[in-house]
């Protein structure tokens, strides 16, 4: 089906209208013009402007971790990880054997 503006416009079976060639659903066509028509939008309001200055003056003033110590609070994130998940899968087989012997012995 080919619509006023040229493009043409495929109805695929699964819903999905297809549209310039089958090169971007249009779902991603309507996403991009709401986003540039918010940016218009945002650009013209002043308080929007003066709010985003701000911010970006104070991420100036963040004091950011070396590559060093990004790595270093990594390593420790993840033995932590394997830690605790190991003492929880501890745990949780003992409480199967505990609730194995003794709950379902009875019966």
Known sequence: MASASGAIILNLDAGVEIILGGVFPLSNLIGAASAV??????????????????VIGELVKVTWPT????????????????????????????????TEKFLFSLS
């Open 67 to 98: 590559r060093e110590e990004t790595t270093n609070n990594s390593i420790v994130v993840v033995l932590v990880t394997i830690v605790f998940s190991g003492s929880l899968a501890m745990y949780d087989y003992v409480w199967a054997q505990v």
């Open 37 to 54: 028509l918010t940016v218009f939008l945002l650009l013209k309001n002043n308080r929007a402007v003066q709010h985003t200055n701000e």
